[in-house]
């Protein structure tokens, strides 16, 4: 079932539609403001967009390299 939430993401307020709970979903966006957040204060002239997609690409590497050792570790287990 979907759950509508309303987040605000570095004082962005978005709409979400989601299968997962509310206090899950605000604490995704509490990290993602946090991280955006960090960025935009500690490097002057990163406004919120670029830290967003740096933040999504940081993620996105995270994820993929997960991916990747799993993938690695069930080779191992074979």
Known sequence: MKNNHKLNIAGVE????????????????????RRIGNMTLSQA?????????????????ENYRLQLEIQNMKKGNK
Not at 14 to 33: G, I, R, T
Not at 48 to 60: H, R
């Open 14 to 33: 978005l709409p979400l539609s989601s299968d997962h709970d509310e206090k899950y979903v605000q604490a995704l966006a509490s990290e993602l403001s």
């Open 45 to 61: 002239g990163v406004s919120k967009l670029e830290a967003a997609i740096v933040c999504a690409l940081d993620l996105l590497d």
